[in-house]
């Protein structure tokens, strides 16, 4: 597979302080922890921020663009479509979904209807599919089973669903480990969120008060239990490839929009586990863009050794961040090609100094996102207008 010139790799560092919460439970329903530098972290797993982010997308993007879902149940979802579009009733529908997604050779779930594992579409992708039999699907649900499948083998069925994809799909990618054909090579690695300093695993006994109870004279709370928590002040990363999304998206500028549309959805999502329970959703206090040619370059070693309790951890972890970062860049002697950073950290202080040496001046998220668009499409093509 051959990418497009030039690689180009987005490399964005966010420190985000999160109250008590428990963002992502492991299979005891704690808080997910790992050790790291020696002491146990508070870590919250890529898994559930690249969903966050994805969801967050859903939510927020523009009415024309193209939406994704990630399903075992794509055979039941393109029946629903067949239904639709042609009057069939449900069991020719289901019938013609199961035809049409044979000659993929998707292999089958456990449950009737379902897939072996969970397969990543856009809607317009099985629009496109389900619109292949429309004017035919009186006449192939009247065929017997071998003479249906011998006209759906006909069908560019696989074509469908290896083209125009959505901008979900672009950047996270689909394994189908089985049928490397519809394959989509991610364009994004998300690391694992990781707290900046030690941190304890505590629980919250709670009671809950049974409303009907006083009437009946009763004493006691209606429910008992505890929840475990912490609370962390985080660094995330994620890299970006923009060669990879443009080849993954139809123009470049799809691409460049992607990249910015990624930085926001990362930025503003956070897991919602026990959301209304600890009502944990905060904004980062550090965003940094870091544009480089050579490879993607994760600065969490600037937290092998924890931050200290004391006064301002935040602030702390944004000054060691910094500083890894002007670090890395002496010791290797690599420049990157566009840097950029978004902070909530008084500019006059040693903290904002600190920040400024390492990444510039600050700037606003919003301007922060036009002067990256703005650089990629100096990249990529210089007739490309800066997306916004």
Not at 41 to 59: C, G, I, N
Request: aromatic share 6%.
């Amino acid at each position: 597979m051959e990418l497009p010139a030039p690689r180009a790799y987005v490399d964005v560092h966010i420190l985000q302080t999160v109250p008590p919460a428990n963002l992502n439970r492991d299979d005891q329903g704690n808080p997910k922890e790992a050790f790291f530098g020696g002491v146990r972290r508070s870590r919250v797993s890529s898994q559930a921020w690249k969903r966050a982010t994805r969801l967050h997308f859903t939510e927020h993007r523009e009415p024309d663009q193209d939406q994704a879902t990630r399903t075992r149940r794509v055979a039941a979802a393109l029946a629903g479509r067949i239904g639709d579009t042609t009057g069939l009733d449900d069991e020719g529908a289901a019938r013609l979904a199961t035809a049409l997604l044979a000659p993929l050779k998707i292999r089958a779930g456990k449950k009737e209807g379902d897939t072996a594992y969970l397969f990543f579409y856009g809607h317009r992708q099985l629009d496109a599919v389900a619109a292949l039999v429309r004017d035919r699907a009186a006449e192939l649900v009247g065929l017997g089973d071998k003479a249906l499948a011998a006209e759906m083998e006909k069908l560019p069925i696989q074509e469908v669903f290896t083209s125009g994809h959505p901008l979900d799909v672009a950047l996270f990618g689909r394994m189908v480990a089985d049928i490397p054909a519809l394959r989509v090579d991610a364009a994004v690695q998300v690391a694992h969120a990781l707290s900046t300093h030690a941190v304890e695993l505590e629980f919250d006994y709670f009671t809950a008060v049974d409303d009907e109870a006083r009437k009946g004279q009763e004493t006691g709370a209606g429910m008992i239990g505890t929840i475990g928590f912490n609370s962390a002040t985080l660094y995330r990363y994620a890299s970006v490839g923009l060669h990879q999304l443009r080849h993954n998206l139809d123009t470049d500028e799809d691409a460049i929009k992607g990249v910015q549309s990624f930085v926001t959805s990362f930025a503003r999502s956070v897991p919602s586990g026990y959301g209304n329970s600890f009502a944990h959703r905060t904004l980062p206090s550090l965003v940094a863009v870091v544009v480089r040619s050579d490879q993607p370059v994760n600065l969490v070693s600037a937290f092998e050794e924890p931050i200290a309790p004391g006064s301002g951890i935040a602030a702390e972890s944004a000054r060691q961040l910094a500083k890894e970062h002007t670090k890395a860049l002496k010791q290797w002697g690599d420049t990157p090609d566009h840097t950029a950073v978004c902070h909530a950290f008084d500019e006059s202080s040693d903290t904002g100094s600190v920040i400024r040496e390492a990444f510039g001046d600050a700037v606003t998220f919003p301007r922060l996102l036009t002067g990256l668009g703005e650089h990629l499409s100096s990249l990529v093509a210089p007739s490309v207008p800066a997306a916004r």
